[in-house]
């Protein structure tokens, strides 16, 4: 069945591959980004069931013109896809507190500004479905990624309440958790390195950001393979909280489970029988 779909950073990698698939498979689409036209070149022109908004996710007044345009033009919003996002790399004393700052604005703050103002149109139809894309470093803490895994876990807390916030309404959430995708996350314009130097630092830094930038290009997942199961997802008619997506992401996943299950088994000794003697 057909659903007006909004995709955020629909300008390249791939929330581009979202954009494209939902329209070859009959949605209408509603793609944004910062610079409309690159995302217009990127989806082949203009088309009947596309409309193409400028949107920078991290101005409130940006998303409510998008989210405005959006249903003056389809009419409503059945499906939110927050997949703008940047990454910050670096070790944390290395990062400057105005980069960690603008990283958290982006990839936390930049997706509920857009939902804050989708969701007034979703409580309205009383129907709807937020799809924001975490990632498997907003479950598991990596060696660089201090920044991005800080705005990725502060993703998983804000949809996992935002759930039993808006259920009542008719309207679901799903976090996305990829593994390693040849997304563009890791081009130059989607990565920032850290500003200051530590000698202390430096040798593991060059080592490290090599290996980064090494790797662009040559992750395993296949985006169009992500975006089509995206598009699965949103057609469930009980869509699940979790989707954790790629087979590096997955056992990652389970893997953590696991961890957090035996850590709490540990602490049952020293973490038991600290309530107050009169709640007992």
């Not at 939902?22 to 980004?33: E, F, K, P, S, Y």
């Not at 953590?256 to 540990?266: D, L, N, V, Y």
Request: proline share 3%.
């Amino acid at each position: 069945m057909s659903k007006v779909i909004l995709v955020t950073g629909a300008g390249r990698g791939l929330g581009t591959d979202i954009a494209r698939r939902a329209l070859a498979a009959g949605h209408q689409v509603v793609a944004t980004g910062r610079r409309p036209g690159t995302v217009l070149r990127a989806l082949g022109g203009e088309q009947d069931n596309l409309l193409v908004t400028a949107l920078d996710i991290t101005s409130t007044d940006a998303a409510q013109v998008a989210v405005e345009a959006a249903v003056t033009r389809f009419g409503r919003i059945d499906v939110l896809i927050n997949n703008a996002a940047a990454f910050q790399a670096g070790y944390f004393e290395e990062i400057s507190d105005a980069q960690m700052r603008a990283q958290i604005e982006t990839n936390l703050f930049g997706p509920m500004n857009v939902t804050r103002a989708v969701l007034p149109v979703m409580r309205a139809q009383r129907s709807g479905h937020i799809v924001t894309i975490s990632s498997i470093a907003g479950l598991v803490g990596q060696e660089f990624c201090v920044a991005y895994a800080a705005s990725k876990f502060g993703v998983e807390g804000w949809m996992e309440s935002l759930r039993h916030d808006v259920e009542p309404f008719g309207i679901r959430t799903t976090i996305v958790e990829p593994g390693f995708f040849r997304t563009e996350l890791l081009v130059d314009a989607s990565t920032s390195w850290a500003e200051f130097s530590i000698d202390d630092y430096a040798e593991r830094t060059r080592t490290t950001r090599a290996m980064w930038q090494s790797m662009n290009g040559q992750q395993a997942g296949d985006p169009v393979k992500l975006a089509d199961a995206l598009l699965e997802v949103t057609g469930l008619d009980e869509p699940p909280l979790r989707f954790v997506a790629g087979d590096d992401a997955i056992p990652t996943a389970e893997a953590k489970g696991q961890e957090i299950t035996r850590q709490a088994t540990a602490s049952r000794t020293l973490g038991s029988d600290l309530a107050h003697a009169d709640a007992a």
